[in-house]
T-cell receptor, first 111, second 114 residues
Framework: DQQVKQNSPSLSVQEGRISILNCDYTNSMFDYFLWYKKYPAEGPTFLISISSIKDKNEDGRFTVFLNKSAKHLSLHIVPSQPGDSAVYFCAASPNTGKLIFGQGTTLQVKP | KAGVTQTPRYLIKTRGQQVTLSCSPISGHRSVSWYQQTPGQGLQFLFEYFSETQRNKGNFPGRFSGRQFSNSRSEMNVSTLELGDSALYLC?????????????FGPGTRLTVT
């Protein structure tokens, strides 16, 4: 039972354009959401998070949007840079130390 | 501030053996969580320790166990290794205070079971 889903395995965008990564969840008990970036053979790097009491959170080039009624969140990267090329994971937490991860989306930013 | 460290980085074991992995959290972090990453199953939660007590547990068999010491360092043990236990094992630490659940990951231990 996949409680957190990233339906796009891959995404390719041009440098300077916007990258939009999407994530859907099924459990309404989730109240904290996070995005991580991962390179092969390394641990995930925390990017940005959002609690369920908000619908938007920004940090530099990264913005996360949360639509609770649709159980959907998205990560916007503007402008995209070649160094952003990596696997991006969304994760959800039911107010505990347990994170449930999506399967990941591989982002390729072309120069 | 130093990040999460994990030792060893790479390990090769034989089926039936047991293995212990170590994790040192970020200074001041009291919560340590463990995850298993495999190509087929993705990142899966194993367990979380807070103040030396297991606070959350994932859906893994009893062969997977852990503990946390008074300095917040944690160890994970896998007994009677199976080929399917080959994976990247990740440790993450968190302040676990307030309304923030950001977890910061170490580089992982790559376990290969032959």
């Amino acid at each position: 039972d996949q409680q957190v889903k990233q339906n796009s395995p891959s995404l390719s965008v041009q440098e300077g354009r916007i990258s939009i990564l999407n994530c859907d969840y099924t459990n309404s008990m989730f109240d904290y959401f996070l995005w991580y970036k991962k390179y092969p053979a390394e641990g995930p790097t925390f990017l940005i998070s959002i609690s369920s009491i908000k619908d938007k959170n920004e940090d530099g080039r990264f913005t996360v949007f949360l639509n609770k009624s649709a159980k959907h969140l998205s990560l916007h990267i503007v402008p995209s840079q070649p160094g952003d090329s990596a696997v991006y994971f969304c994760a959800a937490s039911p107010n505990t130390g347990k994170l449930i991860f999506g399967q990941g989306t591989t982002l390729q930013v072309k120069p | 501030k130093a990040g999460v460290t994990q030792t060893p980085r790479y390990l090769i074991k034989t089926r039936g053996q047991q293995v212990t992995l170590s994790c040192s959290p970020i200074s001041g972090h009291r919560s340590v969580s463990w995850y298993q990453q495999t190509p087929g199953q993705g990142l899966q939660f194993l367990f979380e320790y807070f103040s030396e007590t297991q606070r959350n547990k994932g859906n893994f068999p009893g062969r997977f166990s852990g503990r946390q010491f008074s300095n917040s360092r944690s160890e994970m043990n896998v007994s009677t290794l199976e080929l399917g236990d080959s994976a990247l094992y990740l440790c993450a630490s968190s302040l676990a205070s307030g309304y923030s659940y950001e977890q910061y990951f170490g580089p992982g231990t790559r376990l290969t079971v032959t």
